[in-house]
Each structure stands twice: as C-alpha cells, then as structure tokens.
C-alpha cells in the first residue's frame, strides 16, 4: 500500500530582520564558518537528515532548515539565538523575539525575501544573490540538503520571473537607493555636500558609485544653468 504524502514541507525557518531587531543585536547573530558547523552538528544529532544553511545580510539574520522535526529543531535554533546575546552580556529586557516559519510559511517567507518583499527597500535586487549565494556557502560546507537545493531553484526561478515582470528594482533600488533618496531630499543632492561612505563591502560599493554618479549629473546641471541662466527661471528670480 502506497504511503500518504506528506501534508507539509519539512522546512523551518529562523528570523531576526530589521523590523525586529537593530542591527547592534543583530550583528551578535553573525556566524563564522566554525560556530556553522557547530550548530550544524548540533542539529545533525537530533535529525541526520538535516540540512542547514544561513542568510546574513546587512538587514537580516535567518537560519533556514530542512528537517522532518521543524518545531524541535526551530525552537532549538530560537534559543541559540537568545543565548548567543546573552553572552555578549546584554540587558535581558532588549532582546528581540526571533520569528519562526515552519513549513508551507518557511517556504513562503524565503520565496518572498528572494524577490525583495521583506527587504527594507522594498524590490530590491541584491538579496536573490545574496539568498543563491548562502545557499552556494552551504553547499561547499556540506550542510545543505536536496530541498534546500530545491528550494534554491525555485527562489532564483521566482526572482527572474519577478525583475521580467517589474517588480523588482534591476539593480537600481536597494539600500543604495534610499541612500540617493535621502540625500536629495535632505541635502538637496551629494554634489552640495562632502559624502563619506564608510564600509567598502558589496552595498558600500554601491552606494558610493551612486553619489559618485549624483555628484557628477548634479556638478553637470549646476555649470549647465550657469552657462545658460535663462532656462533656469529661479536663477532669473534670483539675480533679478
């Protein structure tokens, strides 16, 4: 007799995202390789099947499992999550409450995340790369599993459909983008001001090249209206 298939997806997933928790706590969450397989061989005694992977970006912290045991395993991963603020000594009352998906939810929060619908800047590119290239650390570690493959796949496939049907931002939104907004809206553009980008990661080289470009369109319409005040009706008002 045939087995009855399974009504759920053996997937749990782990979350602290800026919603959540500022990045000062968040940051006690970044793994090394070793604390990964630390927690990979912990979880790997209570399911050998297990797989585990993790997405760490500037705004989120997610520990992702494929596991036939999602809530044991999940409120396992819950915990380590507590207990690693507790050793850097913070107040009890600051920490945050991770979130937990299990299941169809899991699947369903990481297909949303991959096509930038968590993302602080809403659309964002980056973090289907970012999400593939987690996957790929896994892979090479030996910690990831066939549905977490398979789930890989579905995310990227997801992705590409979304940009193709513009959803999402072609490179051109992200937090680099809210960068350009900001410094439009409160500076009046980065060619006024002098900009220190700290931090020449992937998004700091972002956002650098994007108040470079500024700085040059903006440097550019400046001597335009100085060569040619007519078409600038303010300057006219102004040297009236």
Not at 29 to 52: H, K, M, W, Y
Not at 125 to 139: E, H, N, P, T
Not at 152 to 180: C, E, M, P, Y
Not at 226 to 234: G, K, L, N, V
């Amino acid at each position: 007799m045939r087995a009855a298939s399974r009504p759920d997806i053996p997937l749990a997933v782990v979350a602290c995202d800026f919603r959540s928790a500022p990045t000062a706590l968040r940051e006690w969450l970044v793994s090394t390789r070793e604390s990964r397989q630390s927690l990979f061989e912990a979880i790997r005694r209570i399911d050998p099947c297990a797989g585990f992977m993790t997405l760490e970006t500037c705004n989120r912290v997610e520990w992702i499992i494929s596991t036939e045991q999602p809530s044991w395993l999940a409120q396992m991963l819950k915990a380590r999550m507590v207990s690693l603020w507790e050793q850097a000594l913070l107040p009890p009352d600051v920490f945050p409450t991770p979130v937990v998906f299990m299941g169809e939810a899991a699947a369903a929060r990481l297909l949303r995340v991959a096509v930038g619908m968590e993302s602080l800047a809403l659309g964002e590119a980056q973090i289907a790369g970012q999400l593939q290239a987690a996957l790929k650390s896994a892979q090479e570690g030996n910690t990831a599993s066939v549905i977490l493959n398979r789930l890989g796949s579905a995310a990227g496939r997801l992705a590409r459909t979304a940009s193709r049907l513009g959803f999402r931002s072609n490179h051109k939104q992200g937090i680099h983008g809210l960068v350009a907004q900001y410094l439009e809206a409160r500076l009046g553009g980065p060619d006024t001001k002098t900009i220190l980008v700290a931090g020449m990661g992937k998004i700091g080289r972002k956002t650098a090249a994007v108040v470079f470009f500024l700085e040059q369109v903006g440097g550019q319409e400046r001597r335009r209206r100085q060569r040619d005040p007519e078409q600038d009706p303010e300057q006219d008002k102004g040297e009236a």
